[in-house]
């Protein structure tokens, strides 16, 4: 039963301590910070700030919000997490330097941030379906100051990549990850020469499952001449042997090669091992979205017609 | 060995120890290698050339009485050998955190005043960790934390960014309730008036649908997020996992949850300070209020002789943005959803 006003529980340890308990007031606030916010924005706004008035003022404070993990979505609609990623990103107050998005994300949350955050220095976008290439063309250039970059599993055109790269000097981390194909012939470097030619200053790039090829590879090479850690998994059209090889060790400090373990990749990285010729391209780079749940409700899109249907019949 | 011999002691010869002194007096001598993981001793040590004598002892934080620091030497001696794998290391971590809350909540205290980071990574993760996946009120039984928080700070919602009036107005409405019934609990023992409506459904629709000019000009008030809130409605009183959502069209399904709600109102109710509302005509709140009861009673009464065998649970969001895909399709079933949880 909730209780109106804190009686003291019944527990038999709390009989013993007497007043130590409670025991949390004991930690400095800056520690219940750190605590909290290892939840996640989601589980911050929904349960740590209904706890107490401590854990209250501490999740409103600005500085719980510079950096927003989005995960462990609930069984809510796409429509809540993004109102409440738009709080999340108020209650920063422009101090925003970190944010994950996930398949909620839109368009116009990703302006929405952008506007309002022109420190950002992280932006992940991984399996964010209904951004497009133009929302993330709009929201990058008001983000002159990023640093890292995911668009993993995204729709995203190549030229973007070149747009964003522009719009970013101080790009040091890019993802950009999709599903691997174990097609040889399905080749394209394009990805690959976007990143060369516009983004010099990578440090990090991970391009799991891309279609690049060697002529890509040695565009990267020397393109980007501080790249410390390259991720080729599932670039299944990437033959790392001999000068390539050699070259590619020389250069980069941590190389994971095509068929290397994928225990630690933090997606799903089943193969798509399509054989069929009549489907050149196979499936798109976007994942199947088979988790993904549309509420799709029974009622029509047209909002006003519903004259044949009244809640209210049961009732007269 | 006298206290003269410690103190001119080499480091090759002898092991040489730290003296450390508890917040509760006792000194304590501590290896040197084992000690001076701590950064904060280490800074003692070297700047202030502390610790090297009893008479000298380095005054311990007062959050590191000595059960704590005996657990912390322990963390320090096994992670200052540096041989050690990260396996190694991982698997210890795992075993050290296993203890009862409370000493975790000392132990990252502890261990943050002698600035020890990984240990406080540690003790940290394992409250997250411990927090993560309950509720408001579980969290507060865990850690003893008092339940300070006004009913309406509890359900509050996101703050509203959406202009829908038809929102703004249905939480106006639901405000306007909430305030009435803690007014009412208050006057508790003195007779309430019975207000008998006699408006039919129908003016209550239409009044509702907003063609009463009056009505739509209201001012701005806080979205809600109604499956959430009658989420924390129910799992407070009932300690149950309700999935209370609402279909726009099958709002009769929650009839039997209704009963649950009805009897939730007066728990919820309670008295509380801090209920500020913004300033309404007199007039209109009364007739709201007459207008929300009326509804409410009969909508609960109805509901319940409605009763369903099938309780699927039903789906509800609101749209704010304009985007088609979910929207509210009916703004009687929408009104409905409030009713309900007002009921």
């Not at chain 1, 709080?87 to 506007?115: M, P, R």
């Not at chain 1, 950002?120 to 063309?137: H, P």
């Not at chain 1, 174990?182 to 976007?194: F, M, T, Y």
């Not at chain 2, 209920?275 to 007039?283: H, L, M």
Request: with cysteine; hydrophobic share 30%.
């Amino acid at each position: 039963m909730a209780s109106s006003s804190w009686s003291p529980s019944p527990s038999p340890t709390a009989m013993k301590e007497g007043d130590n308990y409670p025991n949390w007031t004991e930690l400095l606030p800056e520690l219940t910070s750190s605590i909290l916010h290892r939840l996640g924005a989601i589980e911050i706004v929904e349960t740590a700030r209904r706890v107490c008035r401590s854990w209250r003022r501490v999740c409103k404070d600005p500085s719980m919000w510079r950096k927003i993990d989005m995960r462990n979505l609930g069984d809510h609609g796409d429509m809540y997490y993004e109102e409440l990623c738009r709080h999340a990103v108020d209650l920063s107050q422009g101090g925003l330097v970190e944010i994950n998005l996930c398949h909620f994300a839109t368009d116009s949350l990703l302006s929405y941030i952008a506007d309002s955050s022109s420190n950002l220095r992280s932006l992940k976008v991984a399996q964010c379906y209904e951004i497009t290439s133009d929302g993330l063309i709009e929201a990058v250039a008001k983000l002159p100051l990023l640093e890292e970059l995911e668009v993993s599993y995204c729709s995203l055109s190549e030229e973007s990549l070149k747009v964003i790269g522009n719009s970013c000097p101080n790009l040091k981390t890019l993802k950009k990850n999709c599903v691997g194909y174990k097609r040889p012939r399905d080749e394209c470097d394009d990805v690959a020469l976007a990143i060369a030619e516009t983004m010099p200053g990578l440090r990090h790039l991970q391009l799991f499952g891309d279609r690049l090829t060697d002529v890509g590879l040695n565009a990267i090479l020397d393109g980007c001449p501080n790249l410390e850690h390259l991720d080729l998994r599932q670039c299944f059209n990437v033959d790392l042997v001999g000068d390539l090889e050699k070259r590619c060790l020389e250069r980069v400090k941590v190389v994971r090669r095509p068929n290397d373990s994928v225990h630690d990749y933090p997606f799903d990285a089943t193969v798509n091992d399509v054989s069929s010729s009549d489907d050149p391209y196979g499936l798109s780079d976007v994942d199947i979205m088979s988790e993904d749940e549309f509420y799709y409700d029974d009622l029509s899109e047209d909002a006003s017609d519903n004259s044949d249907f009244d809640p209210y019949e049961y009732y007269y | 060995m006298s206290e003269s011999d410690l103190d001119i002691m080499e480091p090759q010869t002898m092991k040489s120890y730290i003296y450390l002194q508890t917040a509760d007096g006792s000194v304590q001598q501590v290896e040197q290698e084992v000690a001076m993981f701590c950064p904060m001793i280490c800074q003692e040590v070297i700047h202030n050339g502390a610790g090297s004598s009893k008479n000298h002892a380095i005054s311990l934080p007062q959050r590191v009485n000595t059960a704590m620091f005996s657990l912390i030497l322990d963390y320090c001696r096994f992670h200052q050998v540096p041989g050690r794998s990260n396996k190694e290391r991982k698997i210890y971590d795992e075993k050290f955190m296993r203890m009862e809350t409370k000493r975790l909540c000392e132990l990252t205290s502890a261990a943050d005043s002698l600035q020890l980071k990984p240990l406080v990574d540690l003790t940290s993760r394992a409250l997250a960790r411990i927090i993560e996946g309950k509720s408001p009120e579980e969290i507060r039984d865990i850690f003893h934390l008092p339940d300070d928080l006004t009913e309406e700070e509890k359900l509050e919602p996101l703050k509203n960014t959406m202009d829908d009036p038809r929102i703004r107005l249905l939480n106006r409405l639901y405000a306007k309730k909430r305030k009435e019934l803690k007014e009412r609990e208050r006057l508790k023992n003195v007779e309430v008036e019975e207000h008998v409506d006699e408006r039919s459904v129908d003016d209550l629709l239409s009044f509702i649908n907003g063609r009463d000019p009056k009505v739509v000009k209201m001012s701005k008030g806080k979205k809600k997020y109604k499956k959430k809130k009658n989420q924390k409605i129910i799992s407070s009183n009932d300690k149950e996992s309700h999935d209370l959502h609402f279909k726009q069209q099958g709002v009769e399904d929650t009839g039997c949850r209704m009963r649950d709600l009805s009897s939730l109102e007066d728990e919820i109710f309670t008295p509380k300070d801090g209920c500020e509302d913004d300033e309404i005509d007199p007039a209109m709140k009364e007739m709201l209020d007459r207008e929300v009861e009326d509804f409410a009673r009969r909508l609960n009464s109805n509901w319940v002789q409605s009763l369903g065998q099938e309780r699927r649970p039903v789906h509800f969001s609101i749209n704010g943005n304009g985007t088609t895909r979910r929207h509210i399709g009916n703004d009687i079933s929408f009104f409905a959803c409030i009713i309900v949880m007002l009921s």
